[in-house]
């Protein structure tokens, strides 16, 4: 636990904090160690729009309660923006700046010159355009400072009793959708109410992609479940507007999609 207190020492080097707060296994953590650090003058910031699933939403309203940090939620549309409608290799990067913006300029009114996010360590290994808008909006990342990575904060999050330790990373639904195909609030909508009827069948970690001509590719954790619900499925994803339904047999698996901008 020793790189926890170094982390909740250097969050009271400053003072006073805003907390970027998804309601995910890193932002929780980094929430429940800046309200140890700084009690009233801590507070958790979510960004509510279309394309996070309303369940996350109330999942982090649930647990800024049971941390006792502050909660704020800030709505935007980035759907509203053409250049991420238009869903381009840079989406992510995109829309980053703009959530930092909002955050910034609300923080800004509210005297908060310090923002953090929950960006970590084993973050740096993977595809994320976040790292590079967020650092040069000067957000502050204490688990890349310190070198705290994923498996860690899963392992710190447990040994505080957060019930976030073993919560399935989550992505906005915007990563459901292959670069170049367009983003519309139909559409993702479709794709949210989908993952919720998997995981109301029993699937943790779940993502259904939606390629051209309205065809839904499903990643799982459990494939022969899903082989043996196959004809609930299909029906279901068909009456949401699907006209074609499949299912990965490489199984659910993170940011599939950027594959094809590491090639």
Same mark, same amino acid.
């Given at each position: 636990?020793?790189? +926890?207190?170094?982390?909740?020492?250097?969050?009271? !080097?400053?003072?006073?904090?805003?907390?970027?707060?998804?309601?995910?296994?890193?932002?929780?953590?980094?929430?429940? /160690?800046? %309200?140890?650090?700084?009690?009233?003058?801590?507070?958790?910031?979510?960004?509510? =729009?279309?394309?996070?699933?309303?369940?996350?939403?109330?999942?982090?309203?649930?647990?800024?309660?049971?941390?006792?940090?502050?909660?704020?939620?800030?709505?935007?549309?980035?759907?509203?923006?053409? $250049?991420?409608?238009?869903?381009?290799?840079?989406?992510?990067?995109?829309?980053?700046?703009?959530?930092?913006? #909002?955050?910034?300029? &609300?923080?800004?009114?509210?005297?908060?010159?310090? #923002?953090?996010?929950?960006?970590? %360590? =084993?973050?740096?290994?993977?595809?994320?355009?976040?790292?590079?808008?967020?650092?040069?909006?000067?957000? &502050? $990342?204490?688990?890349? @400072?310190?070198?705290?990575?994923?498996?860690?904060?899963?392992?710190? =999050?447990?040994?505080?009793?957060?019930?976030?330790?073993?919560?399935?990373?989550?992505?906005?639904?915007? =990563?459901?959708?292959? %670069?170049?195909?367009?983003?519309?609030?139909?559409?993702?909508?479709?794709?949210?109410?989908? @993952?919720?009827? +998997?995981?109301?069948?029993?699937?943790?970690?779940?993502?259904?992609?939606?390629?051209? %001509?309205?065809?839904?590719?499903? @990643?799982?954790? !459990?494939?022969?479940?899903?082989?043996?619900?196959?004809? @609930?499925?299909?029906?279901? /994803?068909?009456?949401?507007?699907?006209?074609?339904?499949?299912? !990965?047999?490489?199984?659910?698996?993170?940011?599939? +999609?950027?594959? #094809? /901008?590491?090639?």
């Amino acid at each position: 636990m020793e790189k +926890l207190e170094r982390i909740k020492e250097a969050i009271k !080097d400053k003072r006073k904090i805003v907390v970027m707060f998804s309601g995910g296994v890193d932002s929780t953590l980094l929430a429940k /160690l800046a %309200y140890d650090a700084l009690g009233e003058n801590s507070i958790a910031v979510t960004i509510d =729009s279309p394309v996070i699933p309303r369940s996350e939403i109330k999942e982090a309203k649930r647990l800024a309660t049971l941390i006792g940090i502050k909660h704020e939620i800030i709505k935007i549309d980035e759907l509203k923006s053409k $250049h991420l409608i238009e869903n381009p290799p840079n989406r992510c990067y995109l829309c980053r700046k703009l959530r930092d913006a #909002i955050v910034k300029n &609300w923080a800004e009114k509210k005297g908060f010159e310090i #923002i953090a996010d929950g960006l970590n %360590y =084993s973050d740096l290994r993977d595809y994320r355009p976040g790292v590079k808008a967020s650092t040069e909006d000067g957000i &502050w $990342h204490p688990f890349i @400072e310190f070198q705290v990575t994923k498996e860690e904060i899963r392992k710190y =999050s447990k040994l505080l009793g957060l019930p976030t330790w073993n919560k399935p990373s989550m992505a906005c639904l915007c =990563s459901r959708f292959p %670069y170049g195909f367009g983003l519309t609030k139909e559409r993702v909508e479709t794709v949210e109410k989908a @993952e919720e009827f +998997l995981k109301g069948l029993g699937f943790r970690d779940v993502r259904v992609r939606y390629f051209p %001509y309205n065809a839904a590719l499903i @990643e799982v954790d !459990d494939l022969e479940k899903a082989l043996r619900e196959r004809d @609930e499925i299909v029906a279901q /994803l068909k009456t949401l507007g699907f006209s074609f339904v499949s299912i !990965d047999l490489e199984g659910f698996k993170s940011g599939k +999609l950027n594959r #094809i /901008l590491l090639r």
